[in-house]
């Protein structure tokens, strides 16, 4: 993108929200009107013409959507469809924030001024395309072999949108020839790392689309750990969303209701490539409260974390859940165990050895995040252990459970029956125990006057 982020953000936070009140001013073609969900087209003639479909099949659902949708078809983006092609960019996409806001009712003055080119992001895009033609080409031979040991098809590897890094002195030719001034080019420290060239690499992007970092992976399997994959420098991961959460977003909004939260980008690739489409990756075993509150404020109802087999993996789910449960607002938080994976390491695995319908079969087995964190919380005690083990492991799930958020309080509840029940306590006497002992007259005044709304739900617990 060209623009500065400034116009993004007018448009997602102030021109979007007023559109979707007024969609029936904004776009009158379409005849549209209010239904449960939002707003459904009416105008049989405009929606027969423009898109050959019955009126009654095109939506525009959910709050403040990006555009319209016909179903069994793809979604438009309000920017595509005022600009009569393909998703706008830079000065281009300044013009139909600016007709969108008209539209909206929306005063653009804060975007009238002149927008500079955002140079770095420019220059960031003309890199990656220049990695994508190289993977294509002799160059990316290695690379696409690599990938089809990873059982990847032909045709998936064509269309997985990867780069291989080029040589560093046919980056700078590149990109001088594309007006990029030498200093440009070592700002953006895509030459800063003699390790980068040949490398398999990959775009992480926001949620506009723009490319935020990349990562450059080796294909040798012989590489430490901590130099498989390599970063670009300058450039934080900590503000950007899951890798490829931007390829699910412009999907339909179906899509993102449900999302799999997995570690490595070859999982995310691999399950992409197999026809599941609600994944993206972590790059990584850490999330953060901001994570979880972003993905609620994009429309994401529901996420499973489908982290590896082993015992970072583990960690990673465990402190996802308990990040989720900090945020001030977050999907519903799943846990599909990573033993459920056996004998699998990781998702990549094992779609490579059972396939796509095994893995979506086992995403079945799913667990609440908050009731299995407290089983692990547990450490493996259950009602064969001696009365002081039981009841001390259940102290240590009594005190976690107790620091959850009144908005987790049916969650809260589950999992007291729960773990009650796998320590050989009844439910009621581990309740009466947790609420004399971890849920306090603070606690029940917090939730009574910050979250009201919740108190009935979680009033049996408080």
Known sequence: MQEQLSVTDFYTDFVLPALSERLDQAFPEFGWRRDARGWIATNEEHTHSRLGVRAERVVAHGP????????????????????????????????????????????????????????????????????????????????????GRRDFSNDAIEGLGLGVVPAASRTREELRDGGYSEAEIAAAGIVADSRWPGRLCGGWRTEHGRIGTLWARTL????????????????????????????????????????????????????????????????????????FERLSELGVEVVTLCFDRDGPGRLAAARGVEQAARARRSPSILVLDPERLAPAKDPDALVRARGIEDFRSRLQERECGIAWRAYEVLGGISSEADAS?????LSTA??????????????????????????????EAVERAFRARFWNDKSRSIERHEQPERVDAGRSLT
């Open 64 to 147: 403040a959507p990006r555009g319209f949708l016909v179903h069994g078809g793809v979604p438009t983006l309000w920017t595509a469809y005022v600009s009569g092609g393909p998703v706008p960019r830079g000065e281009e996409f300044v013009r139909v924030v600016k007709d969108l806001a008209a539209r909206a009712g929306v005063d653009s003055g804060p975007i009238e001024r002149s927008v500079p080119r955002d140079r770095r992001a420019d220059l960031l895009h003309d890199f990656f395309e220049l990695c994508k033609a190289e993977f294509l080409t002799g160059a990316g031979a290695e690379a696409r072999s690599y990938l």
């Open 220 to 291: 040798e399997s012989e590489t430490a750990a901590e130099t498989r994959y390599l970063y670009l420098r300058g450039a934080s991961r900590t503000n950007l969303p899951p890798y490829g959460l931007a390829e699910v977003l412009v999907g339909p909004r179906d899509v993102r209701r449900e999302l799999a939260l997995v570690e490595g980008f070859i999982d995310f690739h691999q399950l992409r490539a197999r026809g599941f489409e609600n994944v993206a990756a972590l790059g990584g075993t850490s999330t953060n409260p901001r994570t």
């Open 389 to 393: 083990n039981r009841r001390s492991a």
């Open 398 to 427: 009594g005190a976690w459970l107790g620091t959850l958020p009144p908005r987790l309080a049916l969650e809260q509840e589950d999992a007291v029956q729960a773990v009650a029940r796998r320590c050989g306590y009844s439910p």
